[in-house]
């Protein structure tokens, strides 16, 4: 009986390993990578990675993004102490101001607006979501009745 | 970037690649599915890749990763047989294996074609644990200690999974029909 040392063996089959070919990939492997390409590039922005959205969408979410970590990161500062609550608010002075003036513009535009609404009891409030409900359900209904009769057998 | 110039660069790399893959999964149809994946990556990185010498090497890092995480989302699985395997046979690491080999060369007596689907095929035979260490060492030219960490598990038992891949394989490999005469593997 031979004897071979774990060196004498590891040699053995690396020598046979190595001497493998490269397996060939299947015919599909192809095709299948190329439609998978063009489906992801069918799909809208919204759908693709990062990479793909639009530049102008890149900025404006880099732009929130950094400003929605800011916001946290001085509300926690301010919350452990380093830094005083007087200082944060000057610092978000101009968009407390802008949130103030869009607030003030909405409840002026609902004023307007407001006195030529008709008043609405709670019955009729009621009846009109119960009658938009029961239509939601015959329309869903009706959408699963005709695609099982017009379609699924086809 | 065109269409045809990926084709291209996909037809210099698939065969590489789906080797890569289906020798550490032993499965051809996760093997393909891995390959899909890597070669959607590289398309999203094309425009650095196609003029970037290192690109070979790159395809086969990102195969080897998502090879060995494809497999590791089994690792439960795995490590559970892995080490029922080693309870068991504890006992054979502290002796001798022994295996029947022919004279000179494993599959000498093989046509070149027949000889590459032999060790193809008793490469698919052995367990997860022993061929994904074994592929890591000689096809990769992985160091131990870099499969192991790769992996998470020990270096002993990276080791000793490799050894016991080797006598395994050499026993598969054995069963060619050649005249065979008997060795032994010492530790």
């Known amino acids: ?60 979410f880099l732009v929130i993004a950094t400003g929605i970590a800011g916001a946290l990161l001085l509300f926690s500062m301010q919350l452990l102490g380093v830094v005083s609550g007087e200082s944060v608010r000057q610092l978000f002075e101009p968009v407390f101001g802008a949130v103030h003036t869009l607030r003030a513009g909405a409840s002026a535009v609902i004023g307007l607006v407001t006195p030529s609404m008709p008043e609405f009891s709670n019955t009729f409030l009621y009846g009109g979501l119960a009658i938009l409900g029961g239509a939601y359900a015959v329309m869903l209904g009706l959408g699963a009745t005709a695609y099982r009769v ?5 | 970037m065109t269409p045809v110039d990926f084709t291209t660069f996909m037809r210099n790399y698939q065969d590489m690649v789906y080797s890569t893959a289906v ?9 393909e599915d891995i390959s899909q994946e890597v070669f959607l990556k590289a398309y999203e990185r094309y425009d650095d890749l196609s003029t970037s010498p290192t690109a070979g090497g790159w395809l086969k890092t990102v195969t080897t990763n998502l090879s060995i995480n494809h497999l ?22 502290s002796g001798e294996v022994e295996f029947a080999a022919p004279d000179g ?20 035979e052995l367990p997860d ?59």
């Open chain 2, 23 to 31: 020798r550490l999964l032993g499965n051809d149809a996760q093997a």
């Open chain 2, 72 to 93: 590791q989302r089994y690792r439960k699985r795995w490590s559970f047989f892995s080490d029922l395997v080693h309870r068991d046979s504890d006992g054979e690491d």
């Open chain 1, 150 to 154: 017009l379609w699924q057998h086809r």
């Open chain 2, 129 to 187: 644990h022993q061929r994904v260490p074994l592929v890591l060492y000689h096809f990769e030219d992985m160091p131990y200690d870099d499969i192991a960490r790769q992996l998470g598990v020990s270096l002993s038992k990276i080791k000793t999974d490799i050894l016991r891949g080797r006598t395994a394989l050499a026993q598969i490999l054995m069963r060619s029909g050649t005249e065979h005469e008997s060795l032994t593997a010492q530790r």
């Open chain 1, 1 to 60: 009986m031979a004897r071979l040392t774990p060196e004498e063996l590891e040699q053995k089959i690396h020598a046979v390993l190595r001497e493998q070919p490269p397996r060939r990939a299947p015919m599909s492997l192809e095709a299948r990578v190329l439609g998978e390409i063009a489906r992801r590039q069918a799909l809208p922005w919204w759908q693709q990675s990062y990479a793909y959205w639009p530049n102008a969408v890149k900025l404006s």
């Open chain 2, 105 to 124: 060369d494993f599959l000498a007596d093989l046509n070149q074609g027949d000889r590459r689907a032999w060790v193809e095929r008793a490469l698919d």
